[in-house]
């Protein structure tokens, strides 16, 4: 009976470390989730990379819907205009990449705004989050690596020592040593878990997804300004697009405008609704409408203060990984390392003295 229970603990063991060891991609390595399995871009430019050369071809004349049938990056529905095969392609879920670079692409046919002004800060924009994804996966990986380290060797450990030692694998039978076993296999996956949530917490990720669907709608709604456009209209025109995270909030300013209440008095509303860290984003355009200032200009220099604000944030909470991992390794990994790696061949070493209290357990 306690040969089956020790097998089937050394399999516990063995299967915790293989999840640790495949669970090496982090979910920080994704700004946001998508459901849409089909692919969205072709291997061989990215997004920045076509926005920036579009940019070029527009401004020496070529025409954006022949540059669109030629090289799109992303896969469109087959069917209808080139307008409508955009719009269709960016309702469906998309990331927010590849949904920027829709909805520049659909404003530039729809609304008539320079194209290539457009692509070039659109090409900006999609660089600056390509380096900071490259940053974040450079200045994590120590981090990565050593929550990876601190699960595996524990286990590793324990498994060298049960197949090299009898002592150990004969204390693995006993009652003590298998409540040891299994404390220890509970500190350790505690301690995985901790250490992956201190890496990319879910909350944090959801957060940031909020605020950059925020700030790129913020960034759509600049370009529809550009072209004319008042910013109450623009404000109706870019609701129905939003996406899901901020599109209820967007529909509750376009039915309040709708109903005649003024731009100033919905916006103050839309900040209340927007909240937490993100509701200061509102004031500038509050105060700029209310100012007679350039809203395009306006909302424009606040999208790229956005985007240097959390690429600063970012910065800063890659940097303190470190520090937020000491907590997981000295509440858990370090139990685990004692209790897998250091009391099973000490209590073996022990329980061979006909003196010691651990040979009669």
């Excluded at 220890?184 to 990319?200: A, D, H, K, Q, Y």
């Excluded at 200032?293 to 959390?310: F, G």
């Excluded at 991992?325 to 858990?332: D, Q, S, Y």
Aim: glycine residues 6%; charged residues 20%; neutral net charge.
């Amino acid at each position: 009976m306690r040969d089956t229970i020790v097998h089937a603990l050394a399999s516990i063991a063995g299967a915790a470390g293989i999840r640790s060891a495949i669970d090496s991609k982090p979910p920080s390595r994704v700004i946001r989730t998508t459901h849409d399995t089909k692919p969205q871009a072709k291997p061989d430019i990215s997004l920045s990379q076509w926005s920036a050369q579009t940019a070029r071809q527009l401004r020496a004349g070529s025409p954006i819907g022949d540059i669109i049938n030629c090289n799109f990056p992303v896969d469109l529905p087959s069917e209808g205009t080139t307008a409508n095969r955009i719009h269709r392609a960016l309702m469906s879920t998309r990331s927010e990449d590849v949904r920027l670079l829709l909805w520049v692409t659909h404003s530039v046919l729809t609304f008539g705004i320079p194209g290539g002004a457009a692509f070039e800060r659109t090409a900006d924009r999609l660089r600056a989050r390509e380096q900071l994804r490259h940053d974040r996966e450079l200045h994590s990986a120590p981090a990565r690596l050593s929550a990876r380290s601190l699960v595996a060797l524990p286990i590793a450990v324990l498994v060298l020592l049960a197949t090299t030692s009898t002592d150990v694998r004969s204390f693995m039978q006993t009652r003590f040593g298998i409540a040891i076993l299994l404390i220890g296999l509970l500190f350790n996956e505690c301690g995985r878990r901790t250490m992956r949530s201190v890496i990319s917490p879910s909350h944090r990720q959801r957060r940031t997804q909020t605020s950059q669907e925020l700030t790129d709608t913020l960034e759509e709604i600049a370009l529809v300004v550009m072209a004319g456009v008042p910013l109450r209209t623009a404000f109706i025109n870019v609701a129905p697009t939003a996406p899901a995270s901020v599109q209820p909030m967007f529909e509750q300013l376009v039915c309040e405008l709708n109903q005649g209440a003024l731009l100033a008095d919905a916006l103050e509303t839309f900040g209340e609704n927007v909240g937490g860290a993100d509701q200061h984003v509102v004031a500038p355009i509050i105060e700029g409408q209310r100012n007679g200032s350039p809203m395009a200009q306006v909302l424009s220099d606040l999208v790229t203060e956005i985007d240097t604000a959390r690429e600063r944030s970012e910065a800063h909470y890659v940097k303190t990984l470190p520090v937020r991992l000491a907590g997981p390794l000295v509440g858990f990994s370090l139990p685990a390392f004692v209790c897998l790696a250091i009391v099973p061949p000490l209590a073996s070493s022990l329980a061979g003295l006909s003196t010691s209290p651990i040979s009669s357990i």
